[in-house]
């Protein structure tokens, strides 16, 4: 399972980005994909998942609706729409993928490289 993030930049603060992990190998693994990100010093944190067969989406308690996950038709690649940005969501956001449901926990298989958000 390889997986590519695109779709980070330098925005700033009240601006939305829409962030892409192209996921390809075997599609039986990859049931589960989901994004975090992680800031230099804390912890990696899960900001959303998805079950890719059921399209079921799970986010975090603290979630206020401003980040959104959704797949295209084929499964293929997952997007984490992110809307309202603050100076807080700057982080290295990553994509990550399993066949268990493991929702928002961090023991994924397979991880992307990451892509960088930048909110000023």
């Known amino acids: 399972v390889q997986l590519v993030e695109s779709g980070g930049g330098s925005v700033q603060a009240g601006e939305s980005l829409r962030l892409s992990c192209a996921a390809s190998g075997d599609p039986y693994i990859r049931n589960y994909l989901a994004w975090f990100r992680q800031v230099p010093g804390k912890e990696r944190e899960g900001v959303a998942a998805?079950?890719?067969?059921?399209?079921?989406?799970w986010y975090p308690d603290s979630a206020d609706g401003r980040f959104t996950i959704s797949q295209d038709n084929a499964g293929y690649t997952v997007y984490l729409q992110m809307t309202s940005l603050k100076p807080e969501d700057s982080a290295m956001y990553y994509c990550a993928a399993d066949f268990y449901n493991l929702q928002l926990g961090r023991s994924y298989a397979y991880w992307g490289q990451g892509t960088q958000v930048t909110v000023s």
């Open positions: 998805i079950y890719l067969l059921g399209g079921h989406t």
